[in-house]
């Protein structure tokens, strides 16, 4: 049996890179974005998955949107909660805008998403979410409180909702991810990257987009049946939780 999957913020960096990985395992696909249309429409086009735009802060779209994505493509089985921003400030100059875009994109946004779909996963018996957090939601990071409070949240998410999913065969699992070679993280300046940020990552290099994606489909996979409540931190060995 085919199963549907939604990943938000899914048509670049990260997300684009699971969209890939699940369609190759063999997943039906639906790629949610939120802004660039010229860059989502690129995607569309290149790799065949369907793209749907939507605002994950805001719960009617969230509903609006997976309704969408249901009626095309039949009833969501496995979220993949990856949408994300930043709006980076030292505490003492962060604003209250910056405070609450970054917790209603980052947090909120796994409630408005994960409530479309949790009742059709209990009443399937069958559900997987999987939450990307971040290594600074375990660790902390300074210009990062409003972020670092997200990604923490989302931990605490994760672990909660498991434990009510559980006997309907729904797992909810995490994915740390540390430094990866994103979009973003390739536009820091080489000499930073080469003088700290690597020399703090043991394995001596930026991950992939790749290696995450593939985390994600082993979560998303029967084979990850007994894993709920956990998880995966793929940073390179620059945090030991």
């Not at 405070?99 to 949790?118: D, K, P, S, Y």
């Not at 979009?183 to 000499?191: F, I, L």
């Not at 996979?221 to 409540?229: C, L, N, V, Y």
Request: net charge neutral; charged share 15%; aromatic share 8%.
């Amino acid at each position: 049996m085919t199963r549907v999957a939604v990943v938000t913020g899914g048509t670049r960096g990260i997300g684009a890179a699971i969209c890939v990985a699940l369609g190759a395992a063999g997943f039906r696909v639906a790629a949610n974005y939120a802004g660039n249309d010229d860059n989502a429409r690129i995607f569309g086009a290149e790799t065949g998955i369907p793209v749907f735009k939507w605002d994950v802060s805001n719960y009617h779209a969230c509903s609006e949107g997976v309704r969408q994505v249901e009626a095309e493509l039949g009833p969501v089985e496995v979220l993949v909660n990856n949408a994300g921003i930043t709006r980076d400030a030292m505490f003492h100059k962060m604003t209250p805008e910056q405070w609450n875009e970054v917790i209603a994109t980052n947090l909120t946004g796994l409630f408005n998403m994960t409530h479309q779909v949790w009742a059709g996963m209990r009443d399937r018996s069958f559900g997987r979410i999987i939450n990307i957090s971040s290594i600074n939601g375990q660790k902390g990071q300074m210009g990062q409180v409003n972020y670092s409070a997200a990604k923490a949240g989302d931990l605490g998410f994760t672990k909660a909702l498991a434990q009510e999913g559980a006997a309907k065969n729904i797992t909810v699992n995490a994915v740390c991810p540390g430094y990866i070679a994103t979009e973003m993280v390739k536009a820091v300046p080489e000499q930073v990257l080469k003088e700290r940020i690597i020399p703090q990552i043991p394995v001596g290099r930026l991950g992939s987009p790749e290696e995450i994606a593939r985390c994600v489909v082993f979560l998303a996979s029967e084979d990850a049946g007994f894993i709920t409540g956990s998880t995966i931190t793929a940073n390179g060995g620059q945090y030991v939780a």
